[in-house]
């Protein structure tokens, strides 16, 4: 299933875009898209049977806001450094252990919602990602195939980077992660049986026309359920809780200089293979 919230910022409903690609009005049915849903295999089951069986309304996308298809997001979890040539690119050796730093939820934004470059900002980036939602409790999980069981469906995330603050101002990866829109998310949560092999999609960003990322996530140094095992082993996943598992190669950063950073008026679009697209345009803080 594709799930996903449409309507105003903070008043979004409930919604499914059934293959014929008609918008279907969820409220009826379920209260929001939560990890409490994610984790009710009944509620997701009626979803499927009212789906099947055409009892679900149709809504009028015309002019309608997607919004971010997950609310209430415990945390994300944003795995850095995890694709062979993205680590190329930027002279890194690929790390022996996933690097694990957090996004806050309310980073996250809709699609196509405005993305504000920071204040001071001079080296604001892009990075398309997998988004990995979480669908079970995962705690000390031991294999690759539990990881990968406790996953309720995926999404494309734009995990935008301010690379002076992240890199150059000391401390931590966050105050270069954390800056308000920086992680859009969606337009849909697409459940897990629709993606078979989480190792073959491909990712592609644009700006302003130009593709600048165009990779894999076969490139990935950790594959999908290992990172969820990994992450497992040093804190509790909940239902609803998101992991971002870094981006391919194409970066501003690994750019050559002048390095061609994000300013005011740049369009960003980008995609991931059966999960939908996404498009910014970019503003001033």
Known sequence: MKLLRVGTAGRERPALLDPEGTLRDLSGLVADIDGTLLADEDALGRIRGAAAAGDLPALDATGLRTGPPLTRIGKIVCIGLNYHDHARETGAEPPAEPVVFFKAPDTVVGPDDTVLIPRGSVKTDWEVELAVVIGRTARYLESAEEGLAHVAGYAVAHD??????????????????????????????????????????????????????????????????????????????????????????????????????????????????????????????
Request: glycine share 12%; aromatic share 8%; hydrophobic share 35%.
């Open 160 to 285: 935008v980077s301010e690379r002076e603050f992240q890199i150059e101002r000391g401390g931590t990866w966050d105050k270069g992660k954390n800056c308000e829109t920086f992680n859009p998310l969606g337009p849909w949560l697409v459940t897990a049986d629709e993606v078979p092999d989480p190792q073959n999609l491909s990712l592609r960003l644009w700006v302003n026309g130009e593709l600048k990322q165009d990779g894999t996530t076969a490139e990935q140094i950790f594959p999908v359920g290992e990172v969820v095992r990994y992450v497992s082993r040093f804190m509790t996943l909940y239902p609803g809780d998101v992991i971002n598992t870094g981006t391919p190669a194409g970066v501003a950063m690994g750019h050559p200089q002048p390095k061609p950073y994000l300013k005011a008026g740049d369009v960003v679009e980008l995609e991931v293979t059966g999960l939908g697209r996404q498009r910014q345009v970019l503003a001033r803080a």
